[in-house]
Antibody, heavy 121, light 113 residues
Framework: QVQLVESGGGVVQPGRSLRLSCAAS????????MHWVRQAPGKGPEWVAV????????YYADSVKERFTVSRDNSKNTLFLQMNSLRAGDTAVYYC??????????????WGQGILVTVSS | DIVMTQSPDSLAVSLGERATINCKSS????????????LAWYQQKPGQPPQLLIY???TRESGVPDRFSGSGSGTDFTLTISSLQAEDVAVYYC?????????FGQGTKVEMK
């Protein structure tokens, strides 16, 4: 069965960095476009970033552009999110999500359980 | 970015009754070349990630009960639960995927009356 397991979250001070990982299993990771989506407490989800199957194409939300970098290692079935210059507004549960099978569109059929990132001094 | 606005923010429905959730986009999410509405609905239960219910505005995801249905076109969409069951208590979100910057609604909380 499809599994997505995030790790690397925690409490970090403003201005510092954090790297999230998402370990994928149960499907051919290298053939799927992958996304990061975050959800602040009590809010709706917010799309963060997308990466193509080979890692050559990436898009970011304006709120994280030039601070966050998405990458993937298809040999290890792992998705990453490098987060720099973190702000209080980045506090959220971060989910990795799989783009819907055989779709070129950004909707998501599987999500990880999420990992909490808290930015606070 | 396209802004998605849901109404109401919350509603309480009796067991077996109909629940209706509305979603309005700030611009049309209907792509004229293929006549498809780039709109999805998700269900989120406490402590869980969102789960895809409906895409292309009205196509039910595999395994989703047929009491869930989606309708609408252009800028106005509706998610209907025809006969509310206890397991349907959750927050529901709409999401457009018309552009490479998808956005979600703020959510509608469905509770049992």
């Amino acid at each position: 069965q499809v599994q997505l397991v995030e790790s690397g979250g925690g409490v970090v001070q403003p201005g510092r960095s954090l790297r999230l990982s998402c370990a994928a299993s149960g499907f051919t990771f290298s053939t799927y476009v992958m996304h990061w989506v975050r959800q602040a407490p009590g809010k709706g989800p917010e799309w963060v970033a997308v990466i193509s199957v080979d890692g050559s194409t990436k898009y970011y939300a304006d709120s994280v552009k030039e601070r966050f970098t998405v990458s993937r290692d298809n040999s290890k079935n792992t998705l990453f999110l490098q987060m720099n210059s973190l702000r209080a507004g980045d506090t959220a549960v971060y989910y990795c999500a799989r783009q819907y099978i055989n779709s070129h569109e950004y909707y998501f059929d599987y999500w990880g359980q999420g990992i909490l990132v808290t930015v606070s001094s | 970015d396209i802004v998605m606005t849901q109404s109401p923010d919350s509603l309480a429905v009796s067991l077996g009754e109909r629940a209706t959730i509305n979603c309005k986009s700030s611009q049309s999410v209907l792509y004229s070349s293929n006549n498809k509405n780039y709109l999805a609905w998700y269900q989120q239960k406490p402590g869980q990630p969102p789960q895809l219910l409906i895409y292309w505005a009205s196509t039910r995801e595999s395994g989703v009960p047929d009491r869930f249905s989606g309708s609408g076109s252009g800028t106005d969409f509706t998610l209907t639960i025809s006969s509310l069951q206890a397991e349907d208590v959750a927050v529901y979100y709409c999401q457009h995927y018309y552009s490479t910057h998808p956005t979600f609604g703020q959510g509608t909380k469905v509770e049992m009356k």
